[in-house]
Structures are given as C-alpha cells and as structure tokens.
C-alpha cells in the first residue's frame, strides 16, 4: 500500500467518525430539546392582576 493511501484513508476515517459523533451530538440535542413555552393569555392576566393587587 503506498502512503498516499494510507494518508487518504486516514483522513477519510477521521472524517467519518468525525460524521457519525456529529451525527449523534445532535440527535441526542434534539431528543432533549424542549421548545420555550409561550405564556397564555389566561396566565397573562392572572398575573396582571396580581401585580395590580400589590
């Protein structure tokens, strides 16, 4: 096998379990993301008038 193989595969195979620990980073960030929750107008005004009270 001559080095310019060997070279080429090297970076190939880094390149390639560069790929699948990527791949898995974010696979593992989605499954865990949690989408912000957007406060309803029922808790809005609840609030509101909680803070007029004080």
């Given at each position: 096998?001559?080095?310019?193989?060997?070279?080429?595969?090297l970076i190939f195979?880094?390149?390639?379990v560069a790929?699948?620990?990527?791949?898995?980073?974010l696979?593992?960030?989605?499954?865990?993301?949690?989408?912000?929750?957007?406060?309803s107008?029922?808790?809005?005004?609840?609030?509101?008038r909680?803070?007029a009270a004080h």
């Amino acid at each position: 096998m001559s080095l310019t193989s060997t070279i080429l595969m090297l970076i190939f195979g880094w390149l390639s379990v560069a790929a699948a620990m990527l791949w898995g980073v974010l696979r593992i960030a989605r499954r865990h993301h949690h989408a912000p929750s957007v406060p309803s107008d029922k808790t809005v005004k609840t609030a509101r008038r909680h803070v007029a009270a004080h």
